[in-house]
């Protein structure tokens, strides 16, 4: 499934050396199948020149109120009209400052103020500029005229200087449109999800812990919120990074992943439990660190309390989906714990294909029998779980 394939996007360049990234963002998306028009400001030509853009869009670019390349003339009102979206990046200080006051004396601030697609754009500059009042405050005010900012990152800048302000990565422009461009199937709906492992303590410095990655549960986290869902993500001790926009709560055992879950319960609409919580947890924990001089020792065990199956039992519980990672077997035990919990679905995979990685290959496992997903990097499946489970959310309230 490409997003890209067919769509024309308007990429307007200001005066950054972070243009030089913007100039890698239109290669990957030229190479995804997308057009794309570069919009250059005077200040933006000094970093990267047209020719570069040209060549790597193979379209020429855009840098005069006054081209006449377009009929009318009117290349500021023409440029936005039909595309998929328009992305400043670099976007100066002093970009943003035009933008949030609506002045319109170049092409792209023209383009902006005249455009009827959505606007997005990708701060890059010193810190301090950045940090500056000013700027916030322009910020403020963009974000609530409904522009999207992505970005700034922390980082060493060019400046010489560390801290917020470096514009995003081409990969990650990249991604952040890729996220754009996903359908808004669950706009209105609110996700709780449990991601990652337990670790269940023995004494202060050892514990019982499995070896799942969360990648899985982040990318599903994501794509809620791509899909327009207000996602809080229970945590198990992982070191990824919190998607965008997820308020996320960290908790080490599963007792804290169960009193965190039923804490933010009310008012979901769907509880998507990824974590490989621990069924066991040792009986008691010890207050020193245990001493090998003791000897051989027997481990006593007590059963932890599952989750997923307390949420669906509950008479308001929300759409409820569930993760079985099976080493055999998969169908059998799969439907034995969609039907055993009382699930709407479940997500299933043979562990020998995902653990750890980033690719997997699924099997949706609901009511109405087994749907096997094309092997795909755990980004794209989440979408696909998510397109699926809102599919299937509005069948059921039909
Ligand atoms: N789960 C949970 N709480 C638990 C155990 C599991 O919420 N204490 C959830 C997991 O997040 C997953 C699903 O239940 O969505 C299945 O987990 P899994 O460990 O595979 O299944 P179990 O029911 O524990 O069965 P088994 O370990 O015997 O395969």
């Avoid at 990429?11 to 972070?18: E, H, M, Y």
């Avoid at 040209?54 to 290349?75: E, F, K």
């Avoid at 202060?204 to 809080?232: D, Q, Y």
Wanted: charged share 20%; net charge neutral; hydrophobic share 45%.
């Amino acid at each position: 499934m490409n997003a890209f394939r067919g769509k024309r996007f308007v990429l307007g360049v200001t005066g950054g050396v972070a243009a030089y990234k913007t100039a890698e963002l239109s290669r990957l998306l030229a190479k995804a199948g997308a057009e794309v028009d570069v919009v250059l400001t005077e200040a933006g030509s000094r970093f990267v020149g047209a020719v570069t853009f040209q060549a790597l869009t193979g379209h020429p670019v855009w840098q005069s109120l006054w081209d006449d390349r377009i009929g009318n003339g009117m290349a500021h009102i023409e440029l936005s009209r039909g595309a998929a979206a328009l992305l400043v990046a670099p976007a100066t200080a002093d970009f943003l400052a035009r933008l949030a006051h609506g002045l319109a004396d170049d092409l792209l601030t023209t383009l902006c103020l005249a455009r009827d697609c959505p606007l997005l754009v990708a701060p890059a500059m010193n810190r301090q500029m950045w940090e500056n009042p000013a700027t916030q405050r322009n910020v403020v005010q963009l974000r609530a005229d409904g522009i999207s900012i992505l970005g700034p990152a922390t980082g060493e800048q060019a400046c010489g200087e560390y801290g917020i302000g470096r514009m995003l990565e081409a990969p990650e422009l990249f991604d952040e449109l890729h996220a754009f461009l996903q359908p808004k199937v669950l706009a209105g709906k609110r996700v709780l999800l449990t991601a990652g492992p337990t670790f269940e303590p023995l004494d202060p410095v050892r514990g019982l812990t499995n070896s799942s990655s969360g990648k899985m549960g982040f990318a599903l986290a994501r794509a809620c919120v791509e899909a327009g869902a207000e996602v809080t993500l229970v945590a198990g001790p992982v070191t990824l990074a919190t998607p965008h926009s997820v308020c996320r709560i960290d908790v080490r055992t599963a007792l804290q992943m169960r009193e965190a879950t039923l804490q933010n319960l009310p008012g979901q609409d769907v509880f998507i439990g990824v974590a490989a919580v621990a069924d066991y947890r040792p009986r008691s924990v010890e207050a020193h660190k245990i001493k090998k001089s003791a000897g051989p020792r027997a481990l006593e065990l007590v059963a932890n309390p599952d989750i997923l199956a307390e949420v669906a039992a509950r008479n308001d519980a929300p759409f409820c989906v569930g993760f079985a990672a099976e080493s055999q077997d998969l169908e059998k035990h799969a439907e034995a714990k969609r039907i055993g919990k009382k699930l709407d679905l479940v997500v299933g995979n043979l562990i020998q294909d995902g653990l750890g990685s980033d690719t997997n290959r699924i099997t949706l496992f609901a009511a109405d029998g087994a749907h096997p997903l094309l092997p795909a990097d755990k980004a794209e499946l989440a979408r696909q779980i998510v397109a699926f489970l809102a599919a299937r959310m509005e069948k059921s309230r039909a």
